[in-house]
């Protein structure tokens, strides 16, 4: 990634992590600002100055902590080291808001997040799973921060719990030889790639994922696969049939011993369209209107419908291609 300016809070330069980045990116424009949810140098751009934006980075103190319930692969979504991302995909959930989301932000606090979350683990009575990447792409944000690094092993000290992080990414030789414990779970997220090359643009190939899960099974990590999101443009049978046949060809048995899948169909919204129409003119248009309907304000997903022929389609092509691999919920 090249970063043109990094804006911060000058207070994050009392933190060690802080410390760090400053020193290991001085030759590059250190802008302070009081406040890295509002920035609004950058709030008053236009939206075809969206790639463009991708380039900065935000250095900060998290203040939100507060962890919410999921009841699907994790138990508790959990606020962590960074929020946004680099790449450019055209779906991405977390552009909430035009121009406030959608640069990376790191957060130096990190001893203070780790710490509620061992904390957290150990005062349970089971096991519970802590999903920290919700938020932003950890594997992209470590090569950064060398946070993710850093969780894996000190989190791995903890006597319970579990950390679990989906990622696009596929630079995760730095986390092969960690003392992981098994407490650590990755999910990789996959899509055709063609899609990923026109729609996830600035993220790793489909090749170099797979490779990436093979790689983080055979160090011992226990591994996943989100097929997400679904997104239904001309061919996608075809598209996602092509799919997971390669999954089937190129991930390992080691791998399949313990995969488990999950299906996430694409939600759209207002916000994309307008980013999108004039960020990227020539990109496809993910907005169909025969397919899709209101979901909430300003947003839209597949018709119900079409949903449910998408799902039946999915699970029964997973289960003639990975027939022993489970399906775990679809949204």
Known sequence: MRVDNIFYEPDALSYDLGKELKEKYNDIPWIPIQNHNNIEQLRKNSNKEFPAMKRNLIVGIRKTHKYTPNHKVSDFLVPYTSSGCSAMCLYCYLVCNYNKCSYLRLFVNREAMLNKLIKTAEKSKEDLVFEIGSNSDLVLENTFTGNLNW?????????????????????????????????????????????????????????????????????????????????????????????????????????????????????????????????????????????????????????????????????????????????????
């Open 151 to 331: 969780t894996i092993e000190e989190f791995s000290k903890a006597n319970k719990g579990i950390i679990t992080f989906p990622t696009k990414f596929d630079m995760i030789d730095s986390l092969l030889s960690l003392n992981h414990r098994g407490k650590t779970i990755m999910r990789m997220s996959v899509n055709p790639q063609q899609i990923i090359r026109k729609v996830e643009l600035g993220t790793s190939s489909l090749k170099g994922r797979i490779r990436a899960i093979n790689r983080m099974c055979d160090a011992g990590y226990k591994v996943g696969i989100l097929i997400a999101p679904v997104i239904l443009l001309d061919n996608w049978e075809e598209e996602y049939k092509f799919l997971i046949e390669q999954l089937a060809d190129e991930l390992t048995d080691k791998v399949k011993k313990q995969l488990f899948i999950e299906i996430i169909f694409m939600t759209y919204s207002y916000v994309h369209r307008a980013i999108n129409s004039e960020a990227f003119p020539n990109a496809v248009d993910l907005y169909n209107k025969s397919l899709m309907t209101g979901r909430g304000r300003g947003r839209y997903c597949y018709r119900d419908t079409v949903r449910t022929k998408g799902e039946e389609y999915l699970r029964s092509e997973v289960a003639k291609k990975l027939d022993n691999v489970p399906v775990i919920y679809v949204v």
